[in-house]
């Protein structure tokens, strides 16, 4: 081939591997362009608003105390009991200005076991009484006396026991507007009680539950 011919393919393909290397270039143009646009289309505007509201929250108390009241509480010993002796020590259940409503209020007793508390036949009963207004000491013996209401609470039975419900009385008084109810525990020795019981000491131990109301919708 002459020279000229020679000079005229290595134009020709010179040519075209520039029209190839175009083709290509383009082609990547597109792909990129194509590319930005799908990424376009998930970038929008809108309008948008928002607000906010606080809601305050507390827990309620309930809160139950007792008190020996001035006339013969819990603080007087009974001591050298015989069988048929009574033994009547008045208590105070008072509800907190601060607490909720009581949806009842139990008794549970408890004390060292001997005789005196493990003979339910003959050691110790236990029974409740509730008073409309404060219990009073009789003016010619220790017995306590209601110028008021008395309701039962507690019938006469074993000295201990366990979440003894108080009744409907009970709770109403500590959920009205005194928020007092007025308790006479009186304790007997069965005159049953025999040479066994003789020199027995104990403590009985009187603890009072509330337990809260009937939940509702606040």
């Known amino acids: 081939m002459s020279s000229k011919g020679t000079r005229k393919a290595v134009k020709t393909a010179s040519r075209s591997n520039r029209r190839s290397t175009s083709a290509k270039l383009l082609a990547s143009v597109v792909l990129v362009a194509g590319a930005a646009g799908v990424a ?33 509480g819990f603080d007087v010993p009974a001591a050298n009991l015989v069988p048929g002796d009574t033994v009547q020590r008045a208590v105070q259940l008072t509800r907190a200005n601060d607490s ?4 009842s209020v139990k008794l549970s007793t408890a004390g060292a076991s001997n005789l005196l508390t493990t003979d339910t036949t003959n050691g110790l009963k236990l029974k409740v009484d509730q008073c409309s207004v404060a219990w009073v000491k009789a003016a010619t013996s220790n017995e306590l006396t209601c110028s008021g209401t008395t309701t039962t609470v507690v019938a006469q039975r074993a ?23 007025n308790l006479r525990a009186e304790l007997v020795l069965p005159v049953g009680a025999d040479n066994a019981f003789q020199g027995l000491t104990n403590t009985v131990t009187f603890t009072f539950d509330a337990t809260q109301r009937t939940a509702d919708f606040r």
Do not use: H, M, P, Y
């Open 40 to 72: 376009g289309l998930g970038t929008f505007g809108s309008f948008t608003s928002s607000t906010a509201a606080d809601q305050a929250v507390s827990t309620g108390r309930v809160t139950l105390n007792s008190a020996g009241q001035a006339t013969r």
């Open 100 to 103: 909720e409503g009581f949806g």
């Open 159 to 181: 000295v201990i026991g366990q979440n003894l419900d108080l009744g409907a009385s009970v709770r109403d008084a500590l959920n009205g507007s005194g928020k007092v109810a």
